[in-house]
């Protein structure tokens, strides 16, 4: 049946009934591939975008174009991707198109292995091309949509940009973390972008010496050495590598280029047993396996959670008065109870059941299949 006929699945009465182990790995399993079948169904005309022709997607009403390149094999885990953001932003249609010309251009210059590019064309002329509120929902049916038609593995997905694509890179990279497997700027500024939420994300800066518009290069090595410190904080977190290109000015003659591979050596983790968020520009409901309420959300807010055993420990909590944590038994052990804790003091303690209800909810709300849970629980922090 078309998924528009059916009846709500939560309201459901089977939705809550608790389900064993092996009962929720099937019904992710069905779940998914009923997902994928019909993503496929109705979203056909979106995807078959060439080098020469583009395709468009929409999400809430905005149009996005987008040109695909492909190089390589497909690996038997499923394509490696990467979205890579033009720079033009704060001038006329015409010139932000020969950008975005340009930038599927760059796949042979970066020369990613077995992989789809994606060059997408910003859906405004802004100077804020790729950090505006309408890109997250794009780039999430994007990587939804070529996960299910072309068999990309989610967890290789990549982020990479030149220029005002690089501002988006200092954005959406940090905003959008839970999907990106590593993200590569070259030639842009961060604004007001954090690097907190990067801690399970690899990070690649290159910026030209002589690039000091806006102070471009000296920003790059500021951010370079932030990162240097919360790694050296947090040993095994913040992966990342930088460089100020000497003699270069904002066109590097491809030395960006060897951010490529590095973002290549890494995979995503869905389920990191630490996570650091923090909330900056376009402010988002879920993040990894943690999740605030709409009306919980707040510029600058920030939560440090962690997992061991069968224990959730938050930390580092401003800003956020209730927090939903979501689960898997690729985290623990959801037959045993569950201690959750704030600075040492315990707020819960008890089985966090496997559920339809939360499988579907997760599957829906992403279109990821490695970002699925099977159990949740909402705690208050005030």
Sequence with gaps: MD????????????????????????????????????????????????????????????????????????PATGWNLFISMHGGGNADAATNDSQWENQIDLVDGYNPKNAIWIAPRAPSNEWNLWFRDEIDPLFER?????????????????????????????????????????????????????????????????????DTSYDRNLKAAEWGMKLDSLAAADPGAYV??????????????????????????????PIPNKVVWRQSGSLRTRFYWLAVDKADVAAGAEITSAYSGQSIELSGVSKVKRITLRVTDGMLDQDQAVSVKRDGKELFSGLVPRTIGVLYATLADRGDPSLVYSGELSVKLD
Aim: net charge neutral.
């Design 3 to 74: 998924a528009a006929g059916r009846p709500a699945l939560a309201e459901q009465g089977f939705a809550k009934v608790a389900l064993t182990k092996s009962d929720a790995r099937e019904a992710q399993q069905l779940l998914t591939a009923d997902y994928t079948t019909q993503l496929k169904a109705t979203r056909a005309s979106e995807v078959g975008a060439t080098e020469t022709s583009a395709k468009t997607i929409t999400a809430n009403g905005v149009k996005m174009k987008y040109y695909r390149a492909e190089r390589g094999q497909k």
């Design 142 to 210: 994007m990587i939804a949509n070529l996960v299910a038609f072309e068999g990309v593995d989610p967890n290789h997905v990549y982020l990479n940009g030149y220029s005002a694509g690089g501002d988006g890179c200092y954005q959406m990279g940090p905003r959008m973390a839970d999907a990106w497997a590593g993200v590569g700027m070259s030639a842009g500024h961060p604004n007001d972008a954090s690097p907190l939420s990067l801690r399970n994300t690899a990070f690649a800066i290159h910026v030209g010496g002589d």
């Design 240 to 269: 990342h590598q930088w460089q100020v290109h000497a003699g270069k000015p904002h066109w590097m003659d491809l030395e960006d280029a060897v951010s490529i591979p590095f973002l290549q050596m890494n995979a995503r983790n």
